[in-house]
């Protein structure tokens, strides 16, 4: 993957705004003063993001000790993370970027290569935005499984030294 794909720790993480499942909107100003879990899934309901999904539900009460929301990003409709909540009990909340614009934001939209063939569509990857709104930490691309324990590690990392 081009290293260009990482967004820069330290910089302000792009303002978004998009609904959730609820169609509620939600906005980066919103998470301001915790820190916020963004990742980005390509579609619901298949086995690598239902892993993902699972996980980061499992592990929330940890997330919410370390005073971090939690947020997943798909190009799914509201009504279609409705029934991925209904069906696995998420936790999360969902949001629905249909037009990549949260996405291309954080450089989760563009071409990626699956079993050696090119395509354009969502790249799994997930940033750490700290209090203040800056990126704490990204991940350009990421695999689903273990992938919710790992971010949970970096974010004590994280807040330890901050």
């Not at 910089?11 to 980005?40: M, N």
């Not at 700290?130 to 004590?156: C, F, Q, S, Y």
Request: hydrophobic share 35%; charged share 30%.
């Amino acid at each position: 993957m081009p290293s260009d794909r990482k967004l820069d720790v330290g910089s302000a993480a792009p303002a978004f705004s998009a609904p959730d499942q609820d169609d509620k909107t939600a906005k980066l100003s919103d998470y301001k003063g915790q820190w916020l879990v963004l990742y980005f899934y390509p579609n619901d309901d298949t086995p690598g993001c239902t892993t993902e999904a699972c996980d980061f539900t499992n592990g929330l009460k940890d997330f919410e000790k370390l005073d971090a929301a939690v947020v997943g990003c798909s190009p799914n409709t509201t009504e279609s993370h409705r029934k991925f909540i209904a069906k696995y009990k998420l936790k999360v909340r969902l949001l629905s970027d249909p037009e990549h614009k949260v996405m291309t934001a954080y450089n989760a939209w563009g071409e990626k290569v699956l079993y050696g063939k090119k395509s354009v569509g969502v790249i799994r990857s997930t940033a750490i935005i700290d209090p203040k709104g800056k990126i704490a930490h990204h991940w350009a691309t990421v695999k689903a499984a273990g992938h919710a324990d790992a971010v949970r590690e970096k974010l004590k990392e994280l807040r330890a030294a901050a």
